[in-house]
Structure formats: C-alpha cells, structure tokens
C-alpha cells in the first residue's frame, strides 16, 4: 500500500480543483459554465473506503461503496502496468497520469451529458470528477508485482456523490452564481469550501 501523505493527499486535491475549476469558468470548449460547483477537499472516511477495494490487487469496481453520509458515492478506478524497475515511474507521475486519464474522457462527452446524465453513457469517469455536488474525494493505492514481473500501480477514488441518470452532472449557468457562501479565492469557479450541499 501506498502511503497516501499530505504531499499525495495535496496533489490529488489540487488537480481536482483545478480541473473543476476550469470547466465552472467555462474555459473548455463544448462545456457550459457552472453555477454552483462545490470545491472539492479530503475524506479519511472515503480514503479508508478505497484502501479496502484495491489491497485486493485487482481491478473491481465495488457494486456498492455508500455510506450513511455518502449515500450514493461515485468511484474512479485505474490500473497502470509498466515493466521494468518499480522505482522508474515515482507514485507522484503515476497519480497524474491516473487523474489525467480520467479528465481526458471529456473529449467523448458533451453538454448534452452534462445536462442529464444518459443511461446508456459508460465513458463516467470525467463526469464524476465535474459532479457539482462532489465536496469530497478519499483515495488509494496499491502497487504490486504479477508473477511475471510486471509492475502494477492501481488507484482507486472514492467521491461525495455520483452521477444519477436523467438529473445534471452540473447546472450551467452564471459561473459561482448559484453559491450561497461566496466564491472560492483560489478557485474562482467553485464555490466557498464552506458550502452546504445536499447529499440526499
């Protein structure tokens, strides 16, 4: 298992706020601004949740992970293989390639996604990175060798909420409009850290 420490826990956070960020200024092309995006920050209690998916050593999405204050939690998940020397690819690279990949996926979604998530759309891994209401993400990870060598990083993310079919991933509008505590200093797009969402 992979030491999630605060330099890990920081660069996750960060390039969460800065990608939602981004897409709440309305800076992505295809992709409306958005009114009320929650700033994301860390969950021990969802961190702990996805240390028990991956110290299985393989790639499995758990059918369910919800808890009583997370009542219907979104899940990221990825497997990186690579050969050679376990110390070539540094836990730091591996994570941004991992949230990279999953952010990338906006490049076969649209507004028409976001405005009501579909049923038959499976490509949800970027989705669940913008859901507006997502004020929390707990992750881990493990890294461990196959039998034939090959060197595994597998990451898996936990987040506040998931994406629900026919109900908006985010509701567009006047960016940071719709957040009843003000605008995020750092993170203009997203709202307070403060803010209060409804889980329910």
């Known amino acids: 298992m992979v030491n999630m420490n605060a330099d890990l826990r920081s660069q996750i956070i960060t390039m969460h706020n800065t990608k939602r960020n981004q ?64 110390t070539s690819r540094t836990n730091s690279e591996l994570i941004s390639t991992v949230i990279n990949g999953w952010w990338n996926q906006h490049q076969h979604a649209n507004q028409i996604v976001i405005n009501s998530y579909p049923a038959s759309w499976g490509g949800n891994d970027f989705t669940t990175m913008v859901q507006e209401y997502t004020w ?16 595994n990083f597998l990451m898996n993310c936990y987040y506040a909420h998931m994406n629900r079919v026919n109900k908006p991933v985010y509701k567009r509008g006047t960016t940071a409009s719709g957040c009843k505590t003000g605008k995020n200093v750092n993170y203009p797009g997203l709202c307070k850290v403060a803010e209060v969402y409804d889980l329910s």
Not at 61 to 74: L, N, Q, W
Not at 136 to 151: E, F, H, L
Request: proline share 5%.
């Open 23 to 86: 897409i709440a200024l309305g800076e992505m092309s295809r992709y409306r601004p958005a009114e009320r995006m929650a700033t994301v920050r860390w969950s021990p209690d969802l961190a702990t949740l996805a240390e028990y998916n991956v110290k299985q050593c393989k790639l499995a999405e758990d059918p369910c992970h919800s808890t009583s204050k997370f009542k219907y939690s979104g899940q990221n998940l990825r497997l990186i293989q690579y050969s050679g020397l376990r």
């Open 136 to 151: 929390a993400v707990g992750c881990a990870i493990a890294r461990y060798q196959s039998p034939d060598g090959t060197n």
